[in-house]
């Protein structure tokens, strides 16, 4: 038992490589998680699974055919993973290690933009954040993009005769990474009456993730933020810049100035004064 409790006994340079080690399967299973890959996966550990049994109960056919399939395992990994393999080299290159803050604040600017220029126009859309959750799952259903987001391209997408406006767009890494996504909705009958189509699929997502939500209501022109299953309506362009920049830890912008300041407020009060006139 002693001898046994020796083997055991590691150096810290042992411990730190298992601990990367422990992180890398980590991070990839949560990468795929919810997709084809994850399904793949499984299947390829049900035949690892099946080999280790056949060579405990002497099953030599069996066994001889297992061990010639993962003899081949990496380049069989490398066949069924290569979109996967190639979107986590994409992303490592894209995290944010490698962005700066200037850049992410652009990417959110822009955004803002474009969510204010369509509901002036009243134009629906739907424009979702990823943060720590994956949403791979999300992204199957719709077109893969993954263009450099700005206001111009969102508008365009979202635009009646776009072919995917009816769907959401997700922004991966600071990009448009897919567009006319289907989303969750949310089944509660209570909130299911009071709420449209958008606002379910931007509450259902929230509520179902950590993603961040940007709603445009194109029968009232208005644009709500959705996060951690709250929504919040009708708010400003400020008020949504401030919590944007806050959920993504970003330095803030520069305060608008007191003009700027005193013409928002004014503008909410007009807008509120037409909901109860309406």
């Not at 986590?88 to 700066?100: A, D, E, Q, Y």
């Not at 999300?138 to 450099?148: F, L, N, P, Q, V």
């Not at 959401?168 to 289907?182: D, E, H, K, M």
């Not at 933020?225 to 806050?246: M, P, Q, T």
Request: charged residues 20%.
């Amino acid at each position: 038992m002693t001898a046994f409790l020796d083997k055991l006994r590691l150096s810290g340079h042992d411990w730190l490589d298992i601990l990367i080690v422990a992180i890398i399967i980590y991070q990839g299973l949560l990468f795929i998680k919810g997709t084809r890959a994850f399904q793949m996966l499984i299947g390829l550990a049900v035949i690892v699974l099946a080999y280790l049994l056949s060579r405990n109960l002497k099953l030599s056919t069996l066994e001889w055919l297992l061990n010639n399939f993962i003899s081949y395992i990496i380049l069989i990994v490398i066949i069924l993973f290569q979109d996967d393999i190639r979107r986590v080299l994409t992303t490592m290159g894209k995290g944010p290690f490698f962005r700066s803050s200037i850049e992410q604040n652009l990417y959110l600017e822009e955004a803002i933009r474009a969510a204010y220029s369509l509901a002036s126009n009243k134009v629906g859309a739907l424009i979702v954040f990823e943060r720590t959750t994956k949403l791979n799952q999300y992204i199957e259903t719709g077109k893969i993009i993954d263009a450099r987001l700005s206001r111009e391209l969102l508008i365009s997408i979202f635009i009646p005769s776009s072919p995917l406006h009816d769907g959401a767009v997700i922004i991966q890494n600071g990009r448009i990474y897919a567009a006319g996504c289907l989303l969750p909705l949310n089944t509660e009958q209570s909130m299911s009456i009071k709420l449209g189509t958008r606002h379910r699929a931007g509450l259902g997502m929230s509520l179902e993730t950590d993603a961040v939500v940007i709603v445009v209501s194109e029968e009232r022109g208005q644009v709500s933020l959705v996060a951690n299953g709250r929504i919040s309506w009708g708010i400003d362009r400020e008020a949504l810049r401030e919590e944007l920049f806050a959920m993504f830890k970003q330095s803030k912008p520069k305060k608008p100035s007191a003009k700027r300041s005193l013409t928002n407020f004014l503008a909410g009060l007009k807008r509120r004064r037409e909901e109860k006139t309406a």
